[in-house]
């Protein structure tokens, strides 16, 4: 069945360093969305990439989406300690939910 | 608060009990969605309602059994679970079932089946 995979797993980075987190399909993607669940809560959507080589920025977050909608990326600046938590990619190309890839941790020291 | 409530947030049963977990949205949503989420494992859908029609079992064991008695309720059943089965379960809820719809997580129940 249809995978999305997401690399890295785990990222610790010093608070002010930049992060990022990819998400890969073998198959194109219908549309991504990023989620973040912080520790102990549940997952709150934060965007959705819907066209080729998509281009979207909230704040410190940038997110893009590869022209062949084979990926997508999720890049912080600057990283804070409120960025702590798990940030999953999900594709809809079922059109009836979501498949999510495995998230990746990020954690961030003062 | 995303308008989508669990009830019980916590859990603990024993295998051979029957309980039942609810979720509730007042967002006047047309999909609800249960998912379970493990250590190390990425969501997993378990079942898709859309205007209380179930769309999706994603090979859910007969243990679990969900109900949607109308769109803003939705039940999960439970009964002669597995120590396995213990885990964070994961309502969520979208205006629609289809590909851009935005889904909203309720904040789950941990379970811990002894």
């Known amino acids: 069945g249809q995978q999305v995979m997401q690399i890295p797993q785990y990222q610790h980075v010093q608070e002010g360093e930049d992060f990022t987190t990819y998400c890969n399909s073998s198959?194109?993607?219908?549309?991504i969305q990023w989620y973040k669940q912080r520790p102990g809560g549940h997952p709150v959507f934060l965007i959705q990439l819907v066209k080729s080589g998509e281009v979207k920025k909230q704040k410190r977050l940038t997110f893009q989406f590869g022209e062949a909608k084979k990926n997508s990326s999720l890049h912080i600046t600057a990283t804070q300690t409120t960025d702590v938590g798990t940030y999953f990619c999900?594709?809809?190309?079922?059109?009836?939910?979501?498949?999510f890839g495995k998230g990746t941790t990020l954690s961030v020291s003062s | 608060e995303t308008g989508v409530t669990q009830t019980p947030r916590h859990l603990v049963m024993g295998m051979t009990n029957k309980k039942s977990l609810k979720c509730e949205q007042h967002l006047g949503h047309n999909a609800m969605y249960w998912y379970k989420q493990s250590a190390k494992k990425p969501l997993e859908l378990m079942f898709v309602y859309s205007l209380e029609e179930r769309v999706e079992n994603n090979s859910v064991p007969s243990r679990f059994s969900p109900e949607c008695p109308n769109s803003s309720h939705l039940f999960l059943h439970l009964h002669t679970l597995q120590p396995e089965d213990s885990a964070l379960y994961l309502c969520a809820s979208s205006q629609g079932s289809g590909s851009t719809d935005t889904q909203y997580f309720g904040p789950g129940t941990r379970l811990t089946v002894l």
């Open positions: 198959t194109t993607l219908s549309n």
């Open positions: 999900a594709d809809n190309q079922a059109g009836t939910a979501l498949i």
